[in-house]
């Protein structure tokens, strides 16, 4: 049977049990990625498009907007432990805001179909989990080194512009950039709990950017561009929750467990979406 593209709108369930199943399945994702300092969103989009029957490009902007809602959850559980993203996050930031604005134009006038889109997501999904299920954290991360503290990692013109990068292909995905930049940071050197708070700070800026992109895109569009709000709210909702317990749990987790769960999932994810493009 063949598989309806990724952007088809169909509404899988009846009015009122989608948003249910959004916040249940957003709770679950989220306590999943979130130790990983992934905010969810990278796997809520194919739930979106699949289980929800969100339309696109509306899909891209609820996927962030489920970022605005659900990451100030696992921010303030990381604030109570005394894990705060600093400079790191400030450089993150610089990079990602005009790159995810950049990205919801690409998105938005030159990428509105589902076709195409499907292959966009087989390109994110493939790779990020590939890096996130096979890196390891290299010798010395967890101290930083002789001095206890973390080590240098990217320049920070260079961390800027791969951030830029990075926050372009959320806007056009839907995700902060959170979830690329988490594992290329944590591949460098820098242990899981010094990268997850200062990327889940980047997505919720960088998500706020992007609604607000797509918001005013809007506008002028007759096509679904902004945000499915009670989707968005209902997914932010279960997420929020979920990303406070993932946070909370995330020290008793073992760093490689945490990647080889959530990588061979994203691959899996994308590997479904790069067949459903190759066959539309």
Do not use: K
Not at 88 to 117: D, K, M, N, Q
Not at 166 to 179: H, K, Q
Request: with cysteine.
């Amino acid at each position: 049977m063949r598989l309806p593209p990724p952007g088809y709108s169909r509404r899988v369930l009846g009015p009122g049990w989608s948003e249910v199943v959004a916040l249940l399945a957003a709770y679950l994702i989220a306590v999943l990625a979130t130790p990983a300092g992934v905010s969810g969103a990278v796997l809520l989009l194919p739930f979106q498009i699949t289980v929800l029957g969100t339309p696109s490009p509306a899909v891209t902007p609820t996927n962030l907007l489920y970022n605005v809602v659900a990451v100030p959850g696992a921010l303030y559980r990381y604030w109570r432990q005394g894990q705060r993203g600093g400079r790191l996050s400030l450089l993150l930031i610089a990079g990602t805001v005009p790159g995810v604005v950049a990205g919801s134009v690409i998105r938005v006038e030159l990428l509105p179909g589902p076709e195409v889109f499907s292959l966009v997501v087989a390109a994110v999904l493939i790779p990020l989990g590939a890096w996130i299920a096979c890196t390891r954290p290299s010798a010395g991360s967890e101290s930083g080194g002789p001095s206890g503290r973390p080590r240098p990692l990217f320049p920070a013109p260079v961390l800027i512009a791969l951030a830029g990068a990075v926050g372009c292909v959320g806007g056009i995905y839907g995700i902060g950039g959170g979830s690329i930049l988490a594992p290329m940071l944590i591949a460098e050197g820098s242990p899981p709990a010094e990268v997850a708070p200062a990327a889940l700070a980047s997505t919720f800026v960088t998500s706020i950017a992007g609604v607000i992109t797509f918001t005013i895109l809007s506008i002028h569009q007759h096509a679904a561009i902004a945000p499915a709000w009670p989707t968005g709210l209902a997914l932010g909702v279960g997420g929020l929750a979920g990303a406070y317990t993932g946070a909370r749990i995330q020290s008793r987790l073992p760093d490689l467990l945490i990647r080889r769960v959530l990588g061979v999932l994203v691959v899996a994810i994308g590997a479904r979406y790069l067949w459903t493009g190759l066959v539309a």
